[in-house]
């Protein structure tokens, strides 16, 4: 190989690498926290409990991404990526959420104001130690 070769080589394996070691990502980072039964009435569907997953997997919307009402019936993975006490994250687990309410007009009190989004005791249950007050999430729309 010729020194000018080479050099083009080396030059796209600078390019390259990095983004191998630092992908992109499309999640958001934010704060999840949790809310008991009851879970209706709901913003986005009243009473119809029939909206509500039948696997308990859903969500109320915080405000940055409940959008006037957009966000009712969006769906979310969502994962815990760090907590105030170590080890309150189950590690690998991501869950797919759908968002049935606002965290603003929830029935019950969520277990901490201003998340990003607000977990049923079964989702957050999944994702973290139950007895966590709120967690560091990562979320991305599906």
């Given at each position: 190989?010729?020194?000018?070769?080479?050099?083009?080589?080396?030059?796209?394996?600078?390019?390259?690498?990095?983004?191998?070691?630092?992908?992109?990502?499309?999640?958001?980072?934010?704060?999840?926290?949790?809310?008991?039964?009851?879970?209706?009435?709901?913003?986005?569907?009243?009473?119809?409990?029939?909206?509500?997953?039948?696997?308990?997997?859903?969500?109320?919307?915080?405000?940055?991404?409940?959008?006037?009402g957009a966000a009712c019936g969006?769906?979310?993975?969502?994962?815990?990526?760090?907590?105030?006490?170590?080890?309150?994250?189950?590690?690998?687990?991501?869950?797919?959420?759908?968002?049935?309410?606002?965290?603003?007009?929830?029935?019950?009190?969520?277990?901490?104001?201003?998340?990003?989004?607000?977990?049923?005791?079964?989702?957050?249950?999944?994702?973290?130690?139950?007895?966590?007050?709120?967690?560091?999430?990562?979320?991305?729309?599906?």
């Open positions: 190989m010729s020194k000018p070769q080479l050099l083009l080589l080396f030059l796209q394996l600078l390019l390259i690498l990095p983004a191998a070691f630092f992908p992109l990502s499309l999640a958001d980072v934010g704060t999840a926290a949790r809310y008991t039964p009851p879970y209706i009435p709901t913003a986005c569907y009243g009473n119809d409990q029939s909206q509500l997953p039948s696997s308990n997997l859903f969500g109320a919307a915080g405000e940055g991404i409940w959008d006037n969006r769906q979310y993975l969502v994962r815990c990526i760090s907590a105030s006490v170590p080890r309150f994250c189950n590690p690998g687990q991501t869950i797919q959420i759908k968002i049935v309410d606002r965290a603003q007009s929830l029935v019950s009190k969520p277990s901490r104001d201003g998340a990003s989004i607000v977990l049923s005791s079964t989702a957050y249950g999944l994702i973290a130690d139950a007895s966590a007050t709120s967690v560091n999430i990562e979320f991305q729309q599906v």
